[in-house]
């Protein structure tokens, strides 16, 4: 911007709530800002718009709920729109959340804008990955990726900026795994944790079930996408726990409330098991990913779980 050389079109990719919308409006709030300088300036009439989601020249883009598609009447939709001249300011701005979710007939469409872009447009693409999408529309945006930060940032953060007690803040830490946005939802959300805690007692319950009762959980988490995310989201960051602590790896843990119950995985499993089981996760996340029958991917999740003949002790703080 400082430059004068706005692209067109900018990707950003990073893990879910590591901050690709907070700074696609921060980007839609420095264009569409009235002060002559210091943009964004948080303070004038645009950019308290763009934090509303309420400014005229601003959209923002999203399939109905997590997990549902982007259809291309939504894209046709916002092309519609942006062919329009600017209301209040010399920008349009789109920002086009979860465009992994994209139909191909809708990122197909998408496309033609890239192509072809109006001089007053700029379109924000958020995804997870670069690979999710078509190389085409990557090839078309400057591509920028967020990563997480610091686990130590962000407990920092959660202290001094959203008053958490230190303890708390250093949990929440340690399960975002550095996303910062999903650990200030957490620490104002008390029922990310409980849903937490359901997916790992489930999981434990899971270990010793027989074929029949792990068909019947996997047939009745298939109904729900957005639970199935957050069931193979906490399980995958369980064993990789397990795999650290079987590798003597010198690496932060994520579920450092269990240490206990970690550490009998860790003694009782060994680390091929360990590997085994996180690569049939990431096999199923990626199953689901291309829209895999989700209860045949979780039903052969259930035949990759080890069986274990005994159960282990109840989580709890280690």
């Not at 046709?76 to 701005?93: A, N």
């Not at 007939?105 to 007053?120: G, I, R, V, Y």
């Not at 035949?303 to 282990?312: E, G, R």
């Amino acid at each position: 911007m400082s430059s004068g050389r706005v692209s067109h079109a900018y990707l950003f990719t990073g893990p879910e709530s590591v901050g690709k919308t907070t700074v696609a409006k921060a980007l839609a709030a420095a264009l569409l800002c009235h002060s002559d300088a210091n943009r964004p300036c948080w303070s004038c009439r645009a950019c308290r718009l763009v934090e509303n989601g309420r400014h005229p020249d601003l959209h923002i883009l999203e399939s109905e709920h997590k997990g549902a598609n982007l259809k291309i009447d939504q894209i046709r939709d916002l092309q519609h729109q942006l062919s329009l001249t600017p209301i209040e300011g010399e920008w349009q701005v789109a920002i086009l959340r979860r465009f992994e979710e994209a139909t191909t007939s809708a990122a197909n469409a998408l496309l033609k804008t890239l192509e072809e872009p109006a001089p007053h447009v700029v379109l924000i693409v958020l995804a997870s990955e670069a690979e999710q999408l078509l190389p085409t529309i990557v090839s078309r945006c400057q591509h920028i990726q967020l990563r997480p930060l610091p686990i130590a940032l962000v407990q920092q953060a959660l202290i001094e900026q959203w008053r958490a007690k230190p303890e708390r803040a250093k949990l929440l830490a340690h399960l975002s795994g550095g996303r910062l946005g999903w650990a200030v939802r957490a620490l104002k959300d008390e029922e990310m944790l409980d849903r937490r805690r359901k997916h790992i007692e489930n999981h434990n319950k899971l270990l010793t079930a027989s074929k029949v009762d792990r068909f019947r959980y996997a047939a009745k988490l298939a109904r729900d996408p957005v639970e199935i995310q957050e069931a193979l989201t906490t399980w995958i960051a369980w064993w990789r726990d397990v795999l650290m602590l079987t590798a003597g790896a010198d690496t932060p843990l994520t579920n450092i409330d269990h240490l206990n119950t970690l550490r009998q995985y860790a003694r009782r499993c060994g680390w091929r098991e360990a590997k085994g089981v996180l690569d049939a996760l990431r096999a199923s996340t990626e199953r689901l990913k291309t829209n895999a029958n989700s209860r045949l991917a979780l039903e052969i999740l259930m035949l990759d779980l080890p069986q274990m003949h005994s159960p282990f002790g109840t989580p709890g703080p280690g």
